[in-house]
T-cell receptor, first 115, second 116 residues
Framework: AQSVTQLGSHVSVSEGALVLLRCNYS??????LFWYVQYPNQGLQLLLK??????LVKGINGFEAEFKKSETSFHLTKPSAHMSDAAEYFC?????????????FGTGTLLAVQP | GAGVSQTPSNKVTEKGKYVELRCDPI?????LYWYRQSLGQGPEFLIY????????DSGLPNDRFFAVRPEGSVSTLKIQRTERGDSAVYLC??????????????FGPGTRLTVL
């Protein structure tokens, strides 16, 4: 069965600093990979996804992620954090060969941005 | 344009009662999903509809949980004989359903269910 591990349930960075949120998956076949963000009292919003092609994926709000098959990772980065980036971030996968599109989520990383 | 909407936003009920949670997907989206998010956890898949039929209900925890989508649009998640452990945020998502796996899912704001 597929699983997703997000290292660090809480990450704190200073405004302007690099943001790095880690995600590793466990799957015999590389899955489709997603990052979602959840702001307080709002629904999950897609930041970016990897399905095929270029392994470095750019998303909204300056975020990007790189699929590394050898490391089974899909870490999320942003060069310079803004206060508005404070939110909870979820990594998710779906089965590339599956009949459904169900997402399997990690437990999330709460990002705090200090002024 | 209108996103996925869910009603009610909050529901408080007593143990043993029956509840219904409603999801209105984005117009034209044929795929609809229900997830459950417990405190401190990521969302967990419950059920997936393609059109009117439940294509995958493997995530429903037991037979107290049931969902319908009779006209291929609005869906209702039904929970019988609620238990305190059912307390969670119930999320609905929809997608175009045209490109299979990898299709982007758009999430609603969720219904927070509290069972006293």
């Amino acid at each position: 069965a597929q699983s997703v591990t997000q290292l660090g349930s809480h990450v704190s960075v200073s405004e302007g600093a690099l943001v790095l949120l880690r995600c590793n998956y466990s799957s015999s076949v590389p899955p489709y990979l997603f990052w979602y963000v959840q702001y307080p009292n709002q629904g999950l919003q897609l930041l970016l996804k990897y399905t095929t092609g270029a392994t470095l994926v750019k998303g909204i709000n300056g975020f990007e992620a790189e699929f590394k098959k050898s490391e089974t990772s899909f870490h999320l980065t942003k060069p310079s954090a803004h206060m508005s980036d404070a939110a909870e971030y979820f990594c998710a996968v779906s089965d590339r060969g599956g009949a459904t599109n169900k997402l399997i989520f990690g437990t999330g990383t709460l990002l705090a941005v200090q002024p | 344009g209108a996103g996925v909407s869910q009603t009610p936003s909050n529901k408080v009920t007593e143990k043993g009662k029956y509840v219904e949670l409603r999801c209105d997907p984005i117009s034209g989206h044929t795929a609809l999903y229900w997830y459950r998010q417990s405190l401190g956890q990521g969302p967990e898949f419950l059920i997936y509809f393609q059109g009117t039929g439940a294509a995958d209900d493997s995530g429903l925890p037991n037979d107290r949980f049931f969902a319908v989508r009779p006209e291929g649009s609005v869906s209702t998640l039904k929970i019988q004989r609620t238990e305190r452990g059912d307390s969670a945020v119930y999320l609905c998502a929809s997608s175009r359903g045209t490109s299979g796996a990898g299709d982007t899912q758009y999430f609603g704001p969720g219904t927070r269910l509290t069972v006293l």
